[in-house]
């Protein structure tokens, strides 16, 4: 039977041992997975949900928005690959022109590859140093 405990148990075992490599390459490809918690009332697991869509459509918007006045962007949580990433990188490469500027330092930021402090600007990427 389909729905018996047995079959139940079988697909969930199934589940936990293929969902690891899945969770994986979103976390590190698209840096887009997001954990909630199923055993929450249908209620909190909508309000979660609209609260994480509400600040991925806020950020896309913000984006879009300094993109059309010519302004840097951030490209911090927008699902940018780590191919698209390097593909994209302005003239400094893996190295933060502000670090260069404010301390007279080339700091190489290639061992991060987070886009949380990642800036697009006609076109073109740069990554910024954390430690500011």
Known sequence: MPDSPEAISY???IYQSEISPVREWYTNEHKNWMEINGKNNKWM?????AKETSNVTRK???????KSQNKAASIGD???????LVDRLGDYEQFCPVSLILRDELIDCSENSRTDFV???RGKC???FSSF
Request: proline share 4%; glycine share 0%.
């Open 45 to 49: 697991i909508w309000d979660k949900i």
């Open 11 to 13: 697909k969930y075992a």
């Open 119 to 121: 800036a697009e600007f």
């Open 60 to 66: 896309i918007q913000n984006y879009l928005e300094r």
């Open 126 to 128: 740069q990554i910024l």
């Open 78 to 84: 927008l699902c940018i690959t780590p191919k698209e």
